[in-house]
T-cell receptor, first 116, second 112 residues
Framework: DTEVTQTPKHLVMGMTNKKSLKCEQH?????MYWYKQKAKKPPELMFV???????INESVPSRFSPECPNSSLLNLHLHALQPEDSALYLC???????????????FGDGTRLSIL | GENVEQHPSTLSVQEGDSAVIKCTYS??????FPWYKQELGKGPQLIID?????GEKKDQRIAVTLNKTAKHFSLHITETQPEDSAVYFC???????????FGKGTKLSVKP
């Protein structure tokens, strides 16, 4: 079992739907991340939150909207997605000591998203 | 930006053999060198990491070695078991880019 919990595990949605992915951790980590992973590819960074503030947005289309309501929760709001957005969406968390990029990241098992 | 290359892309070994995966990076400022294991249907899990002030680290059957001069680090798995079958990613960090930079992955298959 991982210490980062993602819900739902699977999601099928149409291109006009609005849905949200949720991520929760209780390790006291103050950095949280969203990644997108296509089949047989490495994870690609989408967003980084540090102390509940957005610190990195890797030029992600506005149809993906992240939210960090508190230090334990991270959401990804989805609207008007395209079929190419079908992928595994991974959440991760880490401590923030100096650079977050040199801290171990703890991943959830992801949400498998399919866009019809 | 950081350029990360991981070799081989696939590796097949017999149970009990050793496996070695190499990761080469370009950013000399990188100072954190983790390896992640991703099993089918799961997220990546950190299995071992090393920092730039250390040359080698071991944890039971797994070890990581770092050559900062040559800018590469390697994952060593001894006495491989079928449950070691997975995709392994290197992800150097701490450099000029704001996050870990993942290699393309190595699919390891351990045949019983």
């Amino acid at each position: 079992d991982t210490e980062v919990t993602q819900t739902p595990k699977h999601l099928v949605m149409g291109m006009t739907n609005k849905k949200s992915l949720k991520c929760e951790q209780h390790m006291g980590h103050r950095a949280m991340y969203w990644y997108k992973q296509k089949a047989k590819k490495p994870p690609e960074l989408m967003f980084v939150y540090s102390y509940e503030k957005l610190s990195i947005n890797e030029s992600v289309p506005s149809r993906f909207s992240p939210e960090c309501p508190n230090s334990s929760l991270l959401n990804l709001h989805l609207h008007a997605l395209q079929p190419e957005d079908s992928a595994l969406y991974l959440c991760a968390s880490s401590q923030v000591t100096g650079k977050s990029s040199n801290q171990p990241q703890h991943f959830g098992d992801g949400t498998r998203l399919s866009i019809l | 930006g950081e350029n990360v290359e991981q070799h081989p892309s696939t590796l097949s070994v017999q149970e009990g053999d050793s496996a070695v995966i190499k990761c080469t990076y370009s950013d000399s400022a990188s100072n954190y060198f983790p390896w992640y294991k991703q099993e089918l249907g799961k997220g990546p899990q950190l299995i071992i990491d090393i920092r730039s002030n250390v040359g080698e680290k071991k944890d039971q059957r797994i070890a990581v070695t770092l050559n900062k001069t040559a800018k590469h680090f390697s994952l060593h798995i001894t006495e491989t078991q079928p449950e070691d079958s997975a995709v392994y990613f290197c992800a150097p960090g701490g450099g000029s880019q704001g996050n870990l930079i993942f290699g393309k992955g190595t699919k390891l298959s351990v045949k019983p």
